[in-house]
């Protein structure tokens, strides 16, 4: 009998034990989990409910981190160019005219990547503004926290982000959170706490840019999965600007679709954070965790590059699956989790992967529908589920952790213009 015969039997063998092992809870309970596990290559290893459709809340954000190093690349780094408009003293470093920000839709610029742009005006001999903060493009400044919570009219929108903008450049209007912001940022950038940059703005905000402006500095963010992974190691909704910059929750949609090869009426999507209405199932989850997995690998990363690794990471993984987290299974286990209370009754999902012993690449997802406010008891079978699962796959390696989770800037670049073609 061949190696790959053996190795079938062993996994006909573990799926029949799993389907009768205890994962905590009562039988009716077990029986509610959906989940499904294959290996890399496509062999089930256990299976319940797999077609069964639920919503997968921020497990959708793995959709979204996809698409995004599909669509743009590991390398790409997001730009938001500033410039000026009007009359320019040098002398006195005043303008007085209109400082302008095109944005090009960073979404993980906050006041520590502001902080780097008015250093640079300040060298440029900007320090005071009598006119006008014009706004174009997609700019934003701190979080909105997704959909629920967005101002929706974009006017609106754009005066929020451009009196959040003038009261980070002038230290005057500093709250207590953009102080400690400035120190924090001080602190790990050798910079002086007591000279703070300011570009002092006389003015409102208005949207769009005039005609003729000069671009003086630009701002490039994290690598893009530098910046995807704090998105999902701490699930921020904010990750659907990400999307609006692709084509929006439609776009995602089609994408997946296609990617994946379901069939539109098994995928669903309103979001590309995982909020409100999205159907899924835990059949397309594992299918999700293996076109992301293999992707990674083409573009030279690995999932823990990009997502939450229990043990390692801050965030909720640690908390929710203790166990997991111990000192003897730490960095094992890369995973997303999704969680909703009140939207469809309420869903706690797990998905990811692990490699076991013999070095195979096992993907699992894991949802308990209807969970309410009662997550912390799903989270423990959950726990349960997947432990068994290692056990049965003869464990799962231990990584060591990767570098701490990095700050918005900690990767970030600023450099003065000298023309729009060096852009």
Same mark, same amino acid.
């Given at each position: 009998?061949?190696?790959?015969?053996?190795?079938?039997?062993?996994?006909?063998?573990?799926?029949?034990?799993?389907?009768s092992?205890?994962?905590?809870?009562?039988?009716?309970?077990?029986?509610?989990?959906?989940?499904?596990?294959?290996?890399?290559?496509?062999?089930?290893?256990?299976?319940?409910?797999?077609?069964?459709?639920?919503?997968?809340? =921020?497990?959708?954000?793995?959709?979204?981190?996809?698409?995004?190093?599909?669509?743009?690349?590991?390398?790409?780094?997001?730009? @938001?160019?500033?410039?000026?408009?009007?009359?320019?003293?040098?002398?006195?470093? %005043?303008?007085?005219?209109?400082?302008?920000?095109?944005?090009?839709?960073?979404?993980?610029?906050?006041?520590?990547?502001l902080?780097?742009?008015?250093?640079?005006?300040?060298?440029?001999?900007?320090?005071?503004?009598?006119?006008?903060?014009?706004?174009?493009?997609?700019?934003?400044?701190?979080?909105?926290?997704?959909?629920?919570?967005?101002?929706?009219?974009?006017?609106d929108?754009?005066?929020?982000?451009?009196? %959040?903008?003038?009261?980070?450049?002038d230290?005057?209007?500093?709250?207590?959170? !953009? %102080?400690?912001?400035?120190?924090?940022?001080?602190?790990?950038?050798?910079?002086?706490?007591?000279?703070?940059?300011?570009?002092?703005?006389?003015?409102?905000?208005?949207?769009?840019?005039?005609?003729?402006? @000069?671009?003086?500095?630009?701002?490039?963010?994290?690598?893009?999965?530098?910046?995807?992974?704090?998105?999902?190691?701490?699930?921020?909704?904010?990750i659907?600007?990400?999307?609006?910059?692709?084509?929006?929750?439609?776009?995602?949609?089609?994408?997946?679709?296609?990617?994946?090869?379901?069939?539109?009426?098994?995928?669903?999507?309103?979001?590309?954070?995982?909020?409100?209405?999205?159907?899924?199932?835990?059949? @397309?989850?594992?299918?999700?965790?293996?076109?992301?997995?293999e !992707?990674?690998?083409?573009?030279?990363?690995?999932?823990?590059?990009?997502?939450?690794?229990?043990?390692?990471?801050?965030?909720? @993984?640690?908390?929710?699956?203790?166990? #997991?987290? =111990?000192?003897?299974?730490?960095?094992?286990?890369?995973?997303?989790?999704?969680?909703?209370?009140?939207?469809?009754?309420?869903?706690?999902?797990?998905?990811?992967?692990?490699?076991?012993?013999?070095?195979?690449?096992?993907?699992?997802?894991?949802?308990?529908?209807?969970?309410?406010?009662?997550?912390?008891?799903?989270?423990?079978?959950?726990q349960?589920?997947?432990?068994? #699962?290692?056990?049965?796959?003869?464990?799962?390696?231990?990584?060591?952790?990767?570098?701490?989770?990095?700050?918005?800037?900690?990767?970030?670049?600023?450099?003065?213009?000298?023309?729009w073609?060096?852009?």
């Amino acid at each position: 009998m061949c190696i790959r015969d053996r190795r079938q039997i062993a996994r006909i063998a573990l799926a029949l034990i799993f389907a009768s092992s205890a994962t905590g809870g009562n039988a009716a309970e077990r029986d509610r989990l959906l989940y499904h596990a294959e290996t890399l290559d496509g062999e089930v290893i256990t299976s319940q409910g797999a077609d069964t459709l639920f919503n997968p809340a =921020s497990l959708v954000k793995v959709g979204t981190s996809l698409w995004a190093l599909e669509e743009l690349g590991k390398e790409y780094r997001y730009r @938001t160019v500033f410039g000026i408009d009007g009359e320019w003293d040098k002398q006195s470093g %005043r303008l007085v005219g209109s400082l302008v920000i095109q944005g090009w839709g960073d979404p993980d610029f906050q006041p520590e990547n502001l902080f780097m742009v008015a250093r640079q005006l300040n060298r440029l001999r900007l320090h005071r503004v009598e006119g006008w903060v014009r706004i174009d493009g997609d700019f934003w400044i701190g979080w909105e926290n997704g959909v629920a919570n967005r101002v929706q009219d974009p006017r609106d929108r754009v005066d929020v982000m451009g009196r %959040r903008l003038r009261a980070v450049l002038d230290p005057h209007r500093w709250n207590k959170s !953009t %102080r400690a912001a400035w120190e924090a940022v001080c602190e790990r950038r050798g910079w002086d706490p007591k000279d703070p940059p300011r570009v002092e703005v006389v003015g409102s905000v208005r949207p769009g840019a005039p005609d003729g402006w @000069t671009p003086v500095v630009v701002h490039r963010s994290n690598p893009l999965p530098v910046l995807l992974r704090r998105f999902n190691v701490y699930s921020n909704n904010d990750i659907i600007r990400v999307a609006e910059g692709l084509g929006g929750p439609g776009g995602l949609e089609s994408f997946l679709q296609d990617r994946l090869g379901v069939d539109p009426k098994n995928l669903e999507l309103e979001t590309a954070s995982g909020e409100d209405r999205n159907r899924l199932s835990a059949r @397309t989850g594992v299918s999700l965790m293996r076109a992301f997995t293999e !992707t990674a690998s083409r573009l030279g990363l690995a999932p823990s590059h990009v997502l939450p690794v229990i043990g390692c990471d801050p965030g909720s @993984t640690d908390r929710k699956f203790p166990k #997991l987290a =111990s000192p003897s299974r730490e960095g094992s286990v890369v995973v997303k989790t999704g969680t909703l209370i009140n939207t469809d009754g309420g869903v706690a999902v797990l998905g990811g992967l692990f490699e076991s012993p013999s070095h195979e690449i096992v993907l699992f997802c894991v949802a308990a529908p209807r969970s309410g406010w009662k997550e912390p008891h799903w989270r423990r079978m959950q726990q349960g589920w997947l432990l068994d #699962l290692i056990t049965k796959s003869g464990g799962a390696v231990q990584r060591p952790c990767g570098e701490e989770l990095p700050f918005s800037d900690t990767f970030a670049e600023t450099d003065w213009v000298v023309s729009w073609e060096a852009l």
